[in-house]
DNA sequence: TCAGCCATACTGAACGTTCGGTATGTAATT
DNA sequence: AATTACATACCGAACGTTCAGTATGGCTGA
């Protein structure tokens, strides 16, 4: 016989919730992301949510554990059987781009990383470590490449590990900006055969360069 | 007999708590942002804000106004001799760099842009304007290059241009976040390498590329 | 030169609203 | 009967905003 229009409860409150309000703090941050929202998106009231959590900041860490874990999980779930640093390094973009564009896991991320710097230690703490493990991580996969000796070894590896995240970010928050026009997986893409392309060259020594 | 401790007026108020306000947005973004801490870093009380500007909205798109004008201007302003491609490219990074250390005319851009994407239309409508002129203009550069015969034709100049925008604002944010430990001349300059160097190769058709 | 006048640039208190958080009631399940 | 999973009603603080009042400086006419 269905549901019909009963109350509405939840099948697993906290974990449930915690979904519902990454889908607010992606879109609006955490300041601006009132409870009051958060229960109205769940087809509850305040009250049901500080049932589930002490506070708005055990709400927010639980968000942001459930999706750090998870992203992390599956970058390096998916490159676990250790081929060409090359394949790496596009089959890692294309988790950055799943997340991105499939869930707003990564805009969830990428949003509350930009509002704590200075507005929440802790948390900008957390994010800063992520950023750290998420550049160690690439890092690694460069400094295989180069001890293969499929990349060059003229350039070092954790400045490229530095431009591969950041350009993967900025592509995403122009693509956050303006999903309807802005084409976040060709750009992805030609930064990907630019960049593996210029690790791929050894020593080309570009003729001038003042 | 020097000023001992007047009430401290200020000169211009409308500008000077434009440049206080930005400050305070750039850091902890609008919403975090209330309109006692900027009376306070004003040394003024709230009432004097309102005196200047009708809301906290006002206040908001005349900052924003500000940055924006005067990005455009020092990026237009340092390519209107027509260089060659490749150092036009090389020099709006440069001012995009003195943007994000020496001011906070950027730190205040990304911040805001990523925040109003979902919570204020109008201000989003400016930023996606902003970013599309930004883009446009690299295009252009790109074109100019292809025409010249200094940039390869096989590639979207559009596309390059996006690629090119993303990478730097990337970086930008990864040294906002950790700004004592991430290099971000480094980071930029490195990109900048591969990408003219990327640019200015023709037609290299890598060996293989499944 | 100086009183009178007015615009400027504020202060400080108050108001209405919003928000995070709490206390308590209640229906359904076990 | 007790526990679970909420709803309802409310509190206090913070916030944006308003407003009456005030100190200051420049201008003007006598």
Redesign the interface.
Same mark, same amino acid.
């Given at each position: 016989m269905a549901d019909a229009a009963r109350p509405a409860r939840l099948e697993n409150g906290r974990r449930d919730l915690t979904n519902i309000a990454i889908d607010c703090f992606a879109?609006?941050?955490y300041?601006?992301t009132s409870i009051a929202r958060i229960a109205e998106a769940a087809g509850l009231t305040k009250g049901a949510i500080y049932y589930h959590f002490r506070d708005k900041e055990e709400l927010l860490f639980a968000a942001v554990s459930d999706r750090l874990t998870q992203f992390e999980r599956s970058v390096t779930a998916q490159i676990l059987p250790p081929a060409d640093a090359g394949r790496a390094l596009r089959e890692i973009a294309r988790v950055c781009l799943d997340h991105a564009t499939k869930s707003n896991h990564r805009r969830f991320i990428?949003?509350l /990383?930009?509002?704590a =710097?200075?507005?929440n230690a802790r948390l900008?703490e957390q994010?800063?470590a992520m950023?750290?493990r998420f550049r160690g991580f690439l890092r690694e996969i460069i400094e295989l490449g180069q001890r293969e000796g499929s990349f060059r070894g003229d350039?070092?590896a954790s400045?490229?590990a530095?431009?591969y995240?950041?350009?993967? /970010?900025?592509?995403? =928050?122009?693509y956050?900006?303006?999903p309807e026009s802005?084409?976040l997986e060709?750009?992805v893409n030609?930064?990907l055969?630019?960049?593996v392309?210029?690790l791929?060259r050894d020593h080309?020594q570009?003729a001038e360069?003042r």
């Open positions: 879109r609006y941050g300041k601006a990428v949003t /990383m930009v509002e =710097i200075d507005t900008a994010f800063r950023m750290h350039v070092s400045v490229a530095d431009v995240a950041g350009a993967v /970010m900025g592509a995403e =928050i122009q956050y900006q303006d802005f084409d060709g750009t030609t930064f055969d630019q960049y392309g210029w791929q080309p570009r360069r």
